[in-house]
């Protein structure tokens, strides 16, 4: 038995599913605020879930671009440095109290949300 089919994806799939629906209903900037919220747990648990499964396969993984950079070679996702981008605006959620910063972090939710599907789909046939 592969180690990463123990793997639990739940959390994931949860988190994709508040980030869907708030991101798909953005009327207001509270609207905004919610669905960046649920970007940062969305993107949170899906690196996490990445390193888990790196380590499943006895592979040594550190920070986020580190888990990025082999989770690409081991396919779980295609490009990391679409995945760096999505820790840039991770890292700028901090200040979205500032509209230029909350509009940034907007702008990358559909290629976010394409990615993230992608991972699902891969992490969903590994278990």
Do not use: C
């Amino acid at each position: 038995m592969n180690a990463s089919e123990k793997i639990d994806i739940s959390n994931v799939l949860k988190a994709r599913k508040v980030f869907e629906s708030f991101r798909k209903d953005m009327k207001t900037d509270r609207d905004k605020a919610g669905a960046v919220k649920a970007f940062e747990f969305s993107y949170e648990l899906s690196w996490k879930v990445m390193r888990r499964v790196l380590e499943s396969r006895g592979l040594e993984v550190g920070s986020p671009k580190d888990t990025f950079r082999k989770a690409a070679l081991e396919k779980l996702i295609d490009d990391p440095e679409i995945w760096f981008a999505f820790q840039k605006m991770r890292d700028l959620t901090v200040h979205t109290y500032n509209k230029e910063d909350l509009e940034i972090v907007v702008s990358v939710f559909d290629v976010f949300s394409k990615e993230l599907n992608t991972l699902i789909d891969r992490l969903q046939n590994l278990i």
